[in-house]
């Protein structure tokens, strides 16, 4: 056996893991201390629950073959994969949120596109005129 390891931190063949937390499998780490989620993974299950969405129900609208919709979505949400951006701009156009929201890291960034997705053309415009107006670039 290889790859269990035992109360005593160490692997079925005596050698010792790199850290008490991790779990290697013929050298590659295969468990280890909890990580943060990706903020694709975060924002993609946020849209998904905003508009009522099952996973499934979000892959299939997205394109994707319903065999492997729910298994995919649920690894994207997990932060094990993520989608290339043709699959990422799929899946926004489907949760009704710009593509940028996926991405955003900075939360009020985030609430921004979601703000925007839901304004008209001439919403949007009012906004980055008063935006321009209050803000003045500093230069140098």
Request: charged letters at 25%; proline letters at 7%.
């Amino acid at each position: 056996m290889c790859c269990t390891a035992s109360k005593n931190n160490l692997v079925s063949d005596g050698r010792e893991l790199p850290h008490p937390m991790r779990l290697y499998l013929w050298g590659m780490e295969v468990a280890g201390p909890a990580k943060e989620r990706p903020t694709f993974a975060l924002r993609l299950r946020e849209a998904r629950e905003r508009v009522g969405l099952s996973q499934i129900e979000l892959g299939r609208q997205a394109g994707l073959d319903p065999s492997v919709a729910s298994p995919r979505i649920n690894q994207y949400e997990k932060g094990q994969h993520v989608p290339h951006l043709a699959t990422a701009k799929r899946l926004a156009e489907v949760l009704r949120v710009p593509t940028a929201f996926l991405f955003a890291e900075d939360e009020q960034l985030a609430k921004l596109l979601l703000l925007w997705a839901d304004m008209t053309p001439s919403e949007r415009k009012k906004l980055l005129k008063s935006a321009e107006t209050e803000h003045k670039p500093t230069v140098g």
